[in-house]
């Protein structure tokens, strides 16, 4: 299938637009403002000459990432797959281009940016892995504070952080009383 494929550079027109599809999916939409400059010969400068502008949209990760770091007036490079749409709407005939982006980043020969990797979620295990004894209880403790990180809880921990926790209920801290060589032992009821 033969496509136009086009990267664009301009500024944002508009704040983008997040919508979730029929199926699901992340969507997102802006406008985009692309402007020819031209060297004015006469006054020996640079000078606008005319605007195009484009309505872009962005799907899945890609549109979570355009709302979350883009905003009005911003510089941005649009790589994606041009169409044109023509429609007719209260009897007058509408032309627009719109851009299905591939890639959206900020233009850096006008500013500066800073990138933040987002990983994506990881799905949940079917069925929480049980360990046997009193360290099997604070393993799955931990294993429960980094899901609930990696979903979206409350306490956000890092990944391959670990989450400080006290003995289970029952066990002795090392070196208390209740353990003389600083292991954990049940404590007596």
């Known amino acids: 299938m033969n496509e136009t494929l086009v990267t664009v550079v301009g500024n944002v027109a508009t704040q983008p637009d997040f919508r979730e599809a ?11 403002a692309a402007t020819v400059r031209r060297w004015d010969r006469g006054r020996e400068e640079w000078a606008d000459a005319y605007t195009s502008f484009y309505s872009v949209w962005a799907w899945r990760s890609l549109a979570n990432n355009v709302v979350a770091s883009v905003t ?3 510089p941005v490079l649009v790589q994606g797959r041009l169409r044109i749409n023509t429609q007719e709407r209260d009897g007058r ?5 719109d851009i299905d982006a591939v890639a959206i980043g900020h233009d850096l020969a006008r500013g500066t940016s800073a990138f933040r990797r987002v990983s994506p979620a990881r799905p949940l295990p079917v069925e929480p892995v049980r360990l046997a004894g009193a360290m099997g209880k604070v393993a799955a403790d931990v294993e429960a504070a980094r ?10 921990l890092p990944v391959g952080a670990v989450k400080a926790v006290g003995p289970p209920d029952g066990v002795s801290e090392p070196g208390s009383a209740g353990s003389r060589d600083g292991s954990l032992v049940p404590s007596a009821p």
């Open 147 to 156: 899901m609930s990180a990696v979903v979206g809880g409350a306490e956000a």
């Open 93 to 97: 005939r509408w032309t627009s281009a």
């Open 72 to 74: 009005i007036g911003e």
């Open 22 to 32: 029929a199926n699901g999916a992340a969507l997102a939409r802006f406008r985009l």
